[in-house]
T-cell receptor
Framework: NAGVTQTPKFQVLKTGQSMTLQCAQD?????MSWYRQDPGMGLRLIHY???????DQGEVPNGYNVSRSTTEDFPLRLLSAAPSQTSVYFC??????????????FGDGTRLSIL | AQSVTQLGSHVSVSEGALVLLRCNYS??????LFWYVQYPNQGLQLLLK??????LVKGINGFEAEFKKSETSFHLTKPSAHMSDAAEYFC???????????????FGKGTLLTVNP
């Protein structure tokens, strides 16, 4: 049972480039989300999904797109990278969208630098 | 809307001393509360959670937290710090009712715990 798997672990981009951060979970969780972590800011929600075909914006969605074509995968796309998007990105998943008492399981993060 | 305030971005204790990490929340509905720990270059791991029932919650690694509704607090404690407890700790709140976006977590800004020998 791998849990939540994020790839790549590290990435350096140039301003204006695009890329996709991958996230996959093997726990059949309905709910998946993307956060960014910046020093002194905690974790801020970018986008989330309550099931295949359903996504919604979080606290800081600008500059990012998501899709959820399967239960397992929830990729995050940077359309045109900006230095302000330099951050550590975490994907998380949890079960049972009808009950908020389930904890979220986190991946190990993707460390992204935009030059 | 819901929010979390963690008092003290950095807490330093001696090995064997009491650990107290403070968390206050605001929520318009009964909350579900969580503490997560993050070790360097790793993701977040769940330490403990409060949903309903007993207000004193025990978690992994000897940590516990008490939900105090009247004080809107969920402070994390450990009687005796160990060097391996050095990490960043995050308090998080989630709406405690069904429907809508009840599964969205709001995190505090984190408290970095340093344990001195």
């Amino acid at each position: 049972n791998a849990g939540v798997t994020q790839t790549p672990k590290f990435q350096v981009l140039k301003t204006g480039q695009s890329m996709t951060l991958q996230c996959a979970q093997d726990m059949n969780h309905e709910y998946m989300s993307w956060y960014r972590q910046d020093p002194g800011m905690g974790l801020r929600l970018i986008h989330y999904s309550v099931g295949a075909g359903i996504t919604d914006q979080g606290e800081v969605p600008n500059g990012y797109n998501v899709s959820r074509s399967t239960t397992e995968d929830f990729p995050l796309r940077l359309l045109s990278a900006a230095p302000s998007q330099t951050s550590v990105y975490f994907c998380a998943s949890s079960s049972s969208r009808k009950a908020g008492n389930q904890p979220q399981h986190f991946g190990d993060g993707t460390r992204l630098s935009i030059l | 809307a819901q929010s979390v305030t963690q008092l003290g971005s950095h807490v330093s204790v001696s090995e064997g001393a009491l650990v107290l990490l403070r968390c206050n929340y605001s929520s318009s509905v009964p909350p579900y509360l969580f503490w997560y720990v993050q070790y360097p270059n790793q993701g977040l791991q769940l330490l403990l959670k409060y949903t309903t029932g007993a207000t004193l919650v025990k978690g992994i690694n000897g940590f516990e937290a008490e939900f105090k509704k009247s004080e809107t607090s969920f402070h994390l404690t450990k009687p005796s710090a160990h060097m391996s407890d050095a990490a960043e700790y995050f308090c998080a709140v989630r709406r405690g009712n069904s429907g809508g976006s009840n599964y969205k977590l709001t995190f505090g800004k984190g408290t970095l715990l340093t344990v001195n020998p």
